[in-house]
C-alpha cells in the first residue's frame, strides 16, 4: 500500500463549481499535512496547511480525519485558474528527528467554461 | 530573490556521464530535501538533510546518486554514470524544521541521451 494515496482524475469540473479531493494515508504516526498546488511543468506550490480542526483559506478548505487516516481538500466557486494538480503531503515522521515529506501521485483538476 | 534556488536549469548529458546539480535553500532554513518527479507521477523522495547530517535515503535510491551539504548551507546532488531511467526533474525544497511547510526550487530538468 502507497503512504499517500489519491485519486489520480482528472476531474473535471465546470466554472463555479464545488470539488473536493481526498487524500489517504497509512502511516499513523505522520504528524502534519499539507496541500500543494503544481502547475504543469512547473514546482510545487504549498496551497495550505492542513490543521486537525480544519482550516479555511478564502475558496479553500482543508480537513483532516486522524481516526480515519484521511485529509480533503474543498474548492468551492472554481475558477478557470484552478486548473492545476493538487498533491496530498505528508510528514511521515516517527521519533526523533527522522521526518520525510511524502507525497501523493496528485489529482488532476481541469476547470472549463 | 530569497526562495529556493537551484542550477543549472536543464542538464542533457550522454549515457554514462556524471552530472551533479546544486541547490541553495532559503538561509533560515535548516532542512532541506531533494525529490525526483517524472511525468504523471508525484515527487518521489531521494533524502534529506537536518543541517549537514544526511539523514535518510530513499531505499530506491541506487548507489550511484549522492548527495552532500557539507556545511548545512547548499546541498548538492550527484548522479554517476548516468542512465536513461535517470530522465526526470529533480526538485530541492527547503524547510525551518520538523514538521513545518517545505518550498521548492524551480527544478532541474535532466534529460540523458
Redesign the interface.
Known amino acids: 500500500r502507497k503512504e499517500v494515496e489519491q485519486d489520480p482524475g482528472p476531474f473535471n469540473v465546470p466554472e463555479g463549481a464545488t470539488v473536493a479531493f481526498n487524500c489517504t494515508y497509512s502511516n499513523s504516526a505522520s504528524q502534519s499535512f499539507f496541500w500543494y498546488r503544481q502547475d504543469c511543468r512547473k514546482e510545487p506550490k504549498l496551497l495550505m496547511s492542513v490543521y486537525s480542526s480544519g482550516n479555511e483559506d478564502g475558496r479553500f478548505t482543508a480537513q483532516l480525519n486522524r481516526a480515519s487516516q484521511y485529509i480533503s481538500l474543498l474548492i468551492r466557486d472554481s475558477k478557470l485558474s484552478d486548473s492545476a494538480t493538487y498533491l496530498c503531503v505528508v510528514n511521515s515522521g516517527n521519533t526523533g528527528t527522522a521526518s520525510k515529506l511524502t507525497f501523493g501521485t496528485g489529482t488532476r483538476l481541469q476547470v472549463t467554461l | 530573490d530569497t526562495g529556493v534556488s537551484q542550477d543549472p536549469r536543464h542538464k542533457i548529458t550522454k549515457r554514462g556521464q556524471n552530472v551533479t546539480f546544486r541547490c541553495d535553500p532559503i538561509s533560515e532554513h535548516n532542512r532541506l ?1 531533494w ?1 525526483r518527479q517524472t511525468l ?6 531521494l533524502t ?1 538533510f ?1 543541517n549537514e547530517a544526511q ?2 535515503k530513499s531505499r530506491l535510491l541506487s548507489d550511484r546518486f549522492s548527495a552532500e551539504r557539507p556545511k548545512g548551507s547548499f546541498s548538492t546532488l550527484e548522479i554517476q554514470r548516468t542512465e536513461q531511467g535517470d530522465s526526470a526533474m529533480y ?1 530541492c ?1 527547503s ?1 525551518r524544521g ?10 532541474t530538468r535532466l534529460t540523458v541521451v
Do not use: C, I, R, W
Open positions: 530535501y525529490y504523471g507521477q508525484g515527487p518521489e523522495f534529506y537536518q539523514l535518510e526538485l525544497a524547510s520538523k514538521n513545518t511547510e517545505a518550498f521548492f526550487g524551480q527544478g
